[in-house]
């Protein structure tokens, strides 16, 4: 508790030495579960889609730089971190959500893919390389994908990637969302049927972008990209973070 107190105060300093016309950057790093889609992929929504509208954009600037498909591997191997890391200002967040392609098994997944030693590694260069620019690192466990058993309860879909997350936030002394575990309690809540209201589930000839239909249990539509960035936000609420006090028009 202690650390976790102090931790919070060096934040609330770093506030306090911002300029009062300068912004904060929020980065959002991570997978397609969070990215921008292309209007050819709707009703397909990242949740970070959502998440930038409830912001007040006149104080805060939302730069969602996630990529379909990324793991803590290749996003670093093609370049696309190191321009972030270049323009972190003191202050700025770095919310950090990987782990769903770092998973992946097979021949197919090979040159995304990592373990989880790898994967520690890679999420405390993140850490790190923030930390030395004076901005602050979001640790976010990997939104769980949907997956009920026959009796329809749901179950772990990132377990051993997740505990990662969560023993390095504690290692590291990092701010932690358990997205995982907040977003398996939302779809249990919805049920096994009705949680498809918030995938991309479309039944043939229902879409253009889908004339064969699509059943996909990890992706959102726009209800369940913004019902996943509200845990986000509550949680951001629930910890006091200062950027809280940047949020508008959220439950």
Same mark, same amino acid.
């Given at each position: /508790?202690? @650390?976790?107190?102090?931790?919070?105060v060096?934040?609330v300093?770093l506030f306090a030495?911002k #300029?009062?016309?300068?912004?904060v950057t929020?980065?959002?790093v991570?997978?397609?579960?969070i990215a921008?889609?292309?209007i050819?992929r =709707? #009703? %397909?929504t990242?949740?970070g /889609?959502?998440?930038q509208n409830?912001f007040d954009?006149s104080k805060?600037?939302i730069e969602?730089?996630?990529?379909?498909?990324?793991s803590?591997?290749t996003f670093?191997? %093609?370049?696309?971190?190191?321009?972030?890391?270049?323009?972190l200002k003191?202050?700025? =967040?770095?919310?950090?959500?990987?782990g769903?392609?770092?998973?992946?098994?097979?021949e197919?997944y090979?040159d995304?893919s990592?373990? #989880?030693?790898e994967?520690? @590694?890679n999420?405390?260069k993140?850490?790190? %390389?923030?930390?030395?620019?004076n901005? @602050?690192p979001v640790?976010?466990t990997p939104?769980?994908?949907? =997956?009920?058993d026959?009796?329809?309860?749901?179950k772990?879909?990132?377990e051993?990637y997740?505990?990662?997350v969560r023993?390095?936030?504690?290692?590291?002394q990092v701010?932690?969302?358990d997205l995982d575990? /907040?977003?398996?309690?939302? =779809?249990?809540?919805?049920?096994?049927e009705?949680?498809k209201l918030l995938?991309?589930?479309i039944?043939?000839n229902q879409h253009?972008?889908y #004339?064969?239909?699509?059943?996909?249990?990890?992706?959102f539509n726009e209800?369940?990209?913004?019902?996943?960035?509200?845990l986000?936000l509550n949680e951001?609420?629930?910890q006091?973070?200062?950027?809280?006090k940047?949020?508008v028009?959220?439950n």
């Open positions: /508790m202690k @650390i976790r107190y102090s931790f919070i060096l934040i300093c030495f #300029p009062a016309d300068e912004k929020i980065w959002l991570g997978d397609s579960t921008e889609k292309l050819t =709707y #009703p %397909e990242g949740w /889609m959502a998440f409830y954009l805060v600037t969602n730089r996630a990529k379909n498909g990324r803590t591997k670093l191997a %093609e370049g696309s971190w190191l321009p972030i890391q270049q323009n003191a202050g700025d =967040y770095v919310l950090i959500q990987f769903h392609n770092d998973e992946g098994k097979g197919r090979k995304r990592t373990t #989880p030693d994967f520690k @590694i999420l405390v993140y850490i790190d %390389e923030t930390k030395s620019k901005a @602050i640790l976010i939104v769980s994908r949907r =997956y009920f026959k009796d329809g309860n749901i772990q879909t990132h051993f997740s505990d990662v023993g390095l936030a504690k290692s590291q701010i932690l969302i575990e /907040m977003s398996r309690k939302l =779809y249990q809540k919805y049920g096994s009705n949680s995938f991309l589930d039944a043939p253009p972008n #004339p064969n239909g699509v059943t996909d249990g990890t992706h209800y369940g990209a913004r019902l996943i960035a509200e986000v951001i609420k629930a006091k973070l200062p950027l809280s940047f949020i028009n959220s």
